[in-house]
């Protein structure tokens, strides 16, 4: 599917259907593949269709990158087509486990706002922004939506401000503050006969279309590449045109840190990291009838990577690993 066809053109099951078949293809983009899949079978109103793929991705026997993830789509999908206590119970583990990854805090908390569990979203949107962004100077990108939902489901328990709501003020990019935006009088402004107040709430609406067209058109981080060590070793070696943009693997570890900061200084957002292989990079300049020792192809291959769901966050998330594949956490190596 194009990513400018409208949502009203596209036959879900059949797309869903293509993706089952890509996954199929590329077994090591088939938790991404198979997301999308799931995604389009809850848009068709197949929702058991979709929690099918989501016990299918669950009971992999190679295991998930985003286990939690997975879970939290599940419960969300469940809660939908009348399974409430199924649902619970796995939100409850999920908050239990503490999960280091924000997308399945927002989604469970989403989840639990629809229906109305407005205490209890408060409390999830809570713990992961306490687990996630205490003593974090700069939220990261995926944070972001933590602080956008806990400001809004404030909003609507009519709670005072704090520290944070602030800040989720601040990192906000829509023209609108997103106090009028989460007001909870405006549903009444709908049925209002006032035509100052209907063409304020147009203009609010427009600017949360824009918010989240800005959202869709970074569905993947600005990745850049990186080989472990042995890859790289295999990489020049095969191709020794390519020591000069890669002369040692240290060199490459530091110009990898040093762009994404140079990047994060510039104010670019949701940074990522890709892990290269040599037989998926050539499978790629096969795909493009290009030869592997081209280096305009590396930033294209990075961009593919992304796009396939491989990226992960740049920076990692506090006390997570570093990036770089030594077992250190990040603040003790490449973050220090």
């Known amino acids: 599917m194009r990513p400018d066809t409208p949502a009203e053109n596209v ?15 590329y077994p090591e983009d088939a938790e991404a593949l198979l997301l999308q899949a799931a995604a389009h079978l809850e848009l068709s109103g197949d929702r058991p269709a979709a929690t099918t793929l989501y016990d299918r991705l669950l009971s992999s026997a190679d295991g998930l990158e985003n286990p939690y993830l997975v879970r939290a789509l599940k419960a969300s999908n469940l809660w939908e087509y009348g399974h409430e206590a199924e649902a619970r119970a796995i939100i409850t583990g999920i908050r239990v486990a503490a999960p280091r990854d924000p997308a399945p805090w927002v989604i469970v908390a989403e989840s639990l706002e629809a229906h109305d569990e407005l205490e209890a979203a408060h409390e ?12 974090v100077a700069e939220p990261p990108y995926s944070t972001h939506p933590l602080l956008f939902g806990r400001h809004r489901v404030r909003r609507m328990l ?19 503050p997103l106090d009028e935006l989460h007001d909870p009088k405006r549903v009444w402004s709908l049925g209002s006969d006032n035509p100052a107040e209907l063409e304020a ?19 993947f981080p600005v990745a850049v590449l990186h080989w472990p060590e042995s890859e790289l070793r ?10 000069e943009e890669y002369p040692s693997h240290e060199t490459h570890l530091a110009t990898i840190e040093a762009s994404l900061r140079e990047l994060a200084a510039s104010g670019t957002p949701n940074l990522g990291i890709v892990t290269g292989t040599v037989p998926s990079y050539e499978a790629f300049a096969a795909s493009e009838a ?43 190596c490449h973050g220090a």
């Open 11 to 25: 036959d879900h099951t059949a797309e869903a259907a293509r993706l089952e078949r890509t996954a199929g293809l």
């Open 124 to 135: 999830t949107f809570s713990e992961g922004a306490r687990l996630l962004l205490t003593d």
């Open 158 to 176: 009519g709670a005072a401000h704090d520290d944070w709501d602030v800040l989720a003020d601040t990192l906000s990019s829509s023209p609108v």
């Open 201 to 219: 709430e147009i203009s609010r609406l427009r600017a949360e279309l824009g918010t989240y067209r800005e959202a869709l058109s970074r569905p």
């Open 234 to 243: 295999e990489l020049v070696g095969a191709y020794p045109t390519l020591a």
């Open 290 to 332: 290009t030869s592997p020792s081209d280096t305009d192809l590396l930033p294209q291959y990075a961009t593919t990577l992304a796009a396939r769901g491989r990226a992960v966050e740049w920076p990692p998330q506090r006390g997570a690993e570093c990036w770089c594949g030594s077992g250190r956490g990040y603040e003790g």
